[in-house]
């Protein structure tokens, strides 16, 4: 296996693409968004429990690549508790990780993803649950999609 | 299998790394690669003829004429239409079923009646019919495809009730391009004929791939693309039947395709040129045509067999892997196999295929509704064409037991 294959598919990566965090329904959640990515089917929901402006709890279900489940996985477990600007700051330091591949200092298991970079194909896969996440912080009706929609 | 001659060396693309190991192309099902033979043609054309079509006096407008007419005369006799009129060159098999969708349906379909097509349509063969019932108020009925992996095709007892005198029309493709699934176009036609239903036929992975005879199967109008069968992209066909065609009203209009115009209005040529507004891709047309007689010189019944080998040679490997789920029949099939892993996903299996230089398609493979109905999301498709070689199947197979190895630990 190659360099960038083995820097794409981490143990951390692999890990929660086995075993995900958090993911099926919340049963208390109060907002709810659904993401989609047309080119590739991939789907993802994601449950919010918001408590005023902070996230008391989150979850996620859906069906997709390992890059796109464990990035929607892994989001789970660093956005629960953050405020809605605390969830779009890191949201942009991920984005910066997976289209750079530069992770800051501060940022440590999301600089797993740092891999995806070289293959920018699979950026959309990873960044399909946070867009979801996002859309249901602002209490989108419309679902996220990585692609633009047309009727 | 039976001795295939390789043709690799027709191919200039074939002969590459890719990520370090030989390119093993196993995509043709999406699009097909190039011989020399399409490709000089191209070449020859724009350095030599290239001239605009149909309205010049000079020497080359003139060969570029003789040279894109001839071209139609190739397609026809390709397809065995009763008259080169019966070509219409389009963009690809997408554009040629929106016109027929528009044309056709804008001028014949109504509020009770019904369009029928099939489940195992891909979007350019469903998408378009969606469109025109609503703009209609016709109705859009799906003749069902059989068995939890689609192996059983198409539900002809199913396709018997459907079938009721308020069907106009009955859209569907000859070979799926998710399942592999060979329809009996010439019986499906046989059946629509009898309740007055006019036929369209998706031949976008069946007209590169096997002998073709749109009179034998006797469909009214069949749509493919010049790229999955060697030709250039950019260029497809409408075959439609004569009587058919010079009754359609022209979807597009504009220059070339008029008798005459006043300010006040115009009248229409009759096929081909009423269907084809302005200028045509007069390159790939010429290309489509070389593409015509390098297919023919192999023999499209060779290729039939060569691409059906080398799928249920795939199909009968792949089945050992564990948890693979494959789709479409187990017996005759288009030269395809797509297949699904519980626990690893098309897009994981496509990457790594790559790294090993094999090119794998990952995802719905444009066929959406029918993904969901067998409860799935994404396939991995594997598809073959004259260029492959058993050889490439060992190197598929070894590609996705290392890929299962990484992900299953």
Known sequence: MSADLTELYQQVILDHNRRPRNRGRLPTANRVAHGDNPSCGDQCDVYLQLDGDRIKDISFDGSGCAISQASASLMTTQLKGKTAAEAEALYRKFHEIVTTGKAPEEISDLAAFAGVHTFPARIKCATLGWHAALNALKGDAAPATTESHTD | ?409
């Open chain 2, 1 to 409: 299998m039976p001795a295939w001659p390789d043709v690799r060396a027709d191919f200039p693309i074939l002969h590459q790394q890719v990520n370090g190991k030989p390119l093993v192309y196993l995509d043709s099902a999406a699009t097909a690669q190039k011989p020399r033979a399409v490709i000089d043609a191209l070449v020859r054309y724009y350095e030599r003829d290239n001239s605009n079509v149909h309205r010049g006096l000079h020497a080359l407008s003139m060969r570029a004429t003789d040279a894109y007419e001839g071209a139609r005369a190739r397609v026809a006799k390709f397809i065995h239409a009763a008259d080169p009129a019966e070509v219409i060159f389009t963009r690809g098999t997408t554009e040629s079923i929106n016109v027929v969708a528009h044309s056709w349906g804008r001028a014949h379909l109504k509020p009770g009646d019904v369009v029928l097509a099939t489940e195992m349509e891909h979007h350019s063969n469903l998408v378009p019919w969606q469109q025109a019932a609503k703009a209609s108020g016709a109705t859009l009925r799906y003749v069902p495809v059989l068995g939890v992996n689609a192996e059983g095709g198409l539900d002809l007892a199913a396709l018997d009730r459907l079938l009721t005198p308020q069907v106009k029309l009955f859209a569907f493709t000859h070979i799926s391009n998710t399942l592999g699934t060979v329809n009996p176009a010439a019986e499906l036609c046989r059946r629509a004929r009898a309740v007055g239903a006019v036929t369209v036929i998706d031949a976008a992975q069946s007209i590169g791939h096997a002998p073709l005879d749109v009179q034998a199967i006797g469909c009214d109008f069949l749509a493919f693309s010049g790229h999955k069968m060697c030709g250039p992209t950019g260029i497809g066909v409408l075959y439609g039947r004569r009587a058919l065609l010079d009754k359609l009203a022209p979807d597009e209009t504009g220059g070339g395709m008029v008798v005459s115009v006043d300010y006040e209005g115009a009248t229409w040529k009759p096929a081909p040129e009423r269907l084809e507004a302005g200028t045509p891709d007069i390159a790939g047309a010429i290309g489509l045509g070389v593409a015509c007689d390098y297919l023919d010189a192999l023999d499209r019944a060779a290729i039939r067999r060569h691409d059906g080998d080398l799928a249920r040679l795939a199909y009968d490997q792949l089945s050992k892997l564990p948890g693979i789920r494959l789709l479409g029949p187990a017996g005759v099939r288009g030269g395809l196999v797509s297949f699904a892993f519980p626990d690893v996903h098309a897009h994981d299996v496509v990457t790594f295929a790559d790294e090993d230089g094999i090119a794998l398609r990952g995802g719905h493979h444009c066929n959406q509704p029918l993904m969901r109905k067998l409860g799935l999301t994404s396939t991995t498709r594997a598809s073959f064409y004259v260029y492959n070689q058993p050889g490439e199947i060992d190197a598929l197979v070894a590609s996705l037991q290392r890929t299962l190895k990484f992900f299953r630990g």
